[in-house]
Nanobody, 120 residues
């Protein structure tokens, strides 16, 4: 009932920037938190950044000051601006949204992921 689609990943040199986008669509009544997670090879998935419906944000310590999360509630879209990228940022980035869906209720939905590779 809900589709979550990420875009904007790719290959970038260390020190460069990328902007990820994620849009949720379907029978959405409202969206509460939206966030970005990442999973590097051999590691567990970890929270990168999260934003509430009223714009409050939370970041992993490793990305504070380099990444910025934002959202456009009119488009059910969340963004992640990533600056000063380094090799440790290489991972698959997943979008998550906590949405209230018509006839379903509130659930968490995940995107398929987008690969971010930082070359040194």
């Amino acid at each position: 009932q809900v589709q979550v689609v990420e875009s904007g990943g790719g290959l970038v040199q260390a020190g460069g920037s990328l902007r990820l986008s994620c849009t949720a669509s379907g029978r959405i009544v409202s969206i509460n938190d939206m966030g970005w997670y990442r999973q590097a090879p051999g590691k567990q998935r970890e929270l990168v950044a999260q934003i509430t419906s009223d714009g409050s944000t939370n970041y992993a310590d490793s990305v504070k000051g380099r990444f910025t999360i934002s959202r456009d509630n009119t488009k059910n879209t969340v963004y992640l601006q990533m600056n000063s990228l380094n090799s440790e940022d290489t991972a698959v980035y997943f979008c998550n949204c906590n949405a209230r869906v018509l006839f379903v209720g509130r659930r968490n939905y995940w995107g398929q992921g987008t690969q971010v590779t930082v070359s040194s």
